[in-house]
């Protein structure tokens, strides 16, 4: 009885690891993006405001947010409508996905000043007139444009990195090195372009028919994906 119970916890325990790694996967890239794109932000205000004996902290602040954003990636992701748009154009989703971040950070920033007014007045009967005669809303909105910037910044790289298959954006950026490597890079993605006006244009049974115009294109254009240059990238 003790074996099994002792398994039963070791997989319950695996399992439980498993997932929360899987979370944390998740959250690393944008915690790790915003965490240096706030920083960057926080940093360059402070070289704009030293020359005027303004000292700013907030690094802490930096790290919390990004924390904060990393969080509300992961959560956002998790629902459904997210991917309303994966089958359009690429704008579309970019767009998309990045006013719904946007507009849930914009709403965990409202809360976070709720939750402060709260602890400093004890009750939330005021926070609207507060809201409105006494909140910083040029820095609120100054970091909110900050964000709505990096949020497009953002998902316009994980959505590349998904076009062209997870993983290969990193190889391209920092293993591909060569000038023949960049050209055939090229000529791939304008393969891949025509290849998918190809399909766009012809039915399966007509690119499968040997002898018509689609079905030499389709032939032509694998053939010249398959043709390797003499220098082949790194792997």
Known sequence: MTEPSSAARRSLIGRAFA???KLVRHMA???????????LILGTTR???AEHGIDVKGFATATIAALLVGKAVLVTDSIRFMARFDGAPLIQPILFKSAIYWLCVFVVRLAEALVHYVIEHGTPGGFLPYLVDHFSWSRFLFIQVWLMLLFLLYVTIHELDNLFGHGELRR???RWNTTETKLTRRRRVRLLARLNRLTEANSVAAMSAPGSRPHDELVTIMNELADHPKGKPRE
């Not at 890239?29 to 920083?39: A, I, K, Q, R």
């Open 19 to 21: 997932g929360w790694l």
């Open 29 to 39: 890239p944008p915690t790790l993006f915003f965490f240096v794109g706030f920083n």
């Open 47 to 49: 070289l704009a405001l």
């Open 172 to 174: 391209i950026f920092f």
